[in-house]
């Protein structure tokens, strides 16, 4: 993403950087909810990580969310 250059109306945007946290349905949540509430804490570790990347889901992450 931070290689593509994007046009929005007539302004240019020049660097674009994305995180996701990714949960595996059934491994990391037996609901879509468990599921998509794991890969929310994974989202918030990679930007507490320093943005732009990618994390996947570990029991570690909810453990360090108790904190």
């Known amino acids: 993403m931070k290689r593509l250059h994007f ?5 240019h945007i020049q660097s674009l950087t994305v995180s996701i946290g990714v949960a595996n349905f059934t491994q990391h949540g037996l609901t879509g909810e468990e599921a998509i509430h794991h890969a929310d804490l994974a989202l918030f570790a990679a930007k507490k990580q320093g943005r732009d990347r990618t994390i996947i889901y570990t029991e570690e992450l909810s453990d360090n969310n108790k904190e």
């Open 7 to 11: 046009r929005f109306q007539k302004h």
